[in-house]
């Protein structure tokens, strides 16, 4: 099984930062691809913010939908440790649009599997509130 746990996040005034962590949790017949973030805000839904492949190339998003602008890039940054299977989104001059229940995703092989072996996960995920 495949578990990603969360942590950091926090209520701060805008213009402040924060970082998020999360750390995934696989056994040996598993390995993860590209980690990242997600977020929603309330009565939203559910956004890409930022991911990181496992060669360390940063992926922000440019638009969802195509009715949202890029909206973190030159703000938040992404960085991730492969050998422990960790993530941090740093979040950086934050502001009220960035209040939202932020989400760890990632992608995965899972081994054991003959077909389909491309899988998700996700984190349960924690709260970033930005006061203005």
């Known amino acids: 099984q495949v578990q990603l746990v969360e942590s950091g996040g926090g209520l701060v005034p805008a213009g402040r930062s924060l970082r998020a962590s999360c750390l995934g949790l696989a056994g040996r017949d598993f390995s993860f691809r590209a980690m990242g973030w997600y977020r929603q805000a309330p009565g939203k839904e559910r956004e890409f913010v930022a991911d990181?492949?496992?060669?360390?190339?940063?992926?922000?998003?440019?638009?969802?939908?195509?009715r949202f602008a890029i909206s973190v890039k030159g703000r938040f940054d992404v960085s991730r440790n492969n050998a422990e299977n960790t993530v941090d989104l740093e979040m950086n001059d934050l502001q009220p649009e960035d209040t939202g229940v932020y989400y760890c995703?990632?992608?995965?092989?899972?081994?054991?599997?003959?077909?389909?072996?491309?899988?998700?996960?996700w984190g349960q995920g924690i709260q970033v509130t930005v006061s203005s």
């Open positions: 990181i492949s496992s060669t360390g190339v940063s992926n922000y998003a440019s638009s969802v939908r195509g």
């Open positions: 995703k990632a992608e995965y092989t899972d081994y054991r599997l003959s077909v389909s072996r491309r899988r998700d996960a």
